[in-house]
């Protein structure tokens, strides 16, 4: 294990396998306010939309401001375990079109490991971004900004807050518990699509 793995590692049991556990009694009670909100499952492919022409645009900012690439990780430390297997695009701020092949535990075990504790992370913490971070304008931009503590790059925050402007849509319009499944929706999407990333890649760049 490399210096590099090992430190992100320990930020990730850090920032998300201990709060996971310490919240794990809430799981009963979030899959009740799942059930309840279903219906807001309807707005993930408007949150998705909105998401990825955001995203297209900050990143052709991003080319032209380099200083908007920084983030202290580089990707959102929930699923950083998971990004290091898959190919980073072609074109992308640092990236190389290969990933970084570097997960001393291997693709396979790294997903039987962490992939629970990632979907127990957005069932807990989705819920809690959507009761407080909701009640205006302000309030969505300040949880955009606090992703940078999870190691986005900067320009991230773009389509994060554009995403947030989306789920107080739906919080103003349906309630937090439709906003709250719009969001956990949102993530297992994008999840599973990084998991298929993983799983079809060519052997040698994350394949499992």
Known sequence: MSLAEMWELLVF????VVPV???IKQVPARLRDLRAGIRGVVYVPVVLTVLFTVAAAALVLAEYVPPLQWGWLGTNVVVAPLADLAPA???APGGTGAGS??????PTLTLAL????ILL???VFNWYEEAYYRGSLRDVGI???LHLVMGIPIFAVIPIFAAGLVYKWIYDRRGLRAAYTAHLGTNVALLSVLVLTIVLAPTGTGAV
Do not use: N
Not at 114 to 117: G, K, R, V
């Open 21 to 23: 556990l310490a919240s």
């Open 143 to 145: 949880w955009a900004v």
């Open 101 to 106: 092949g570097g997960t001393f535990l291997g």
């Open 114 to 117: 962490f992939l629970p504790f």
């Open 121 to 123: 992370a957005f069932l």
């Open 13 to 16: 049991v850090a920032l998300v």
């Open 89 to 91: 695009p072609e074109g």
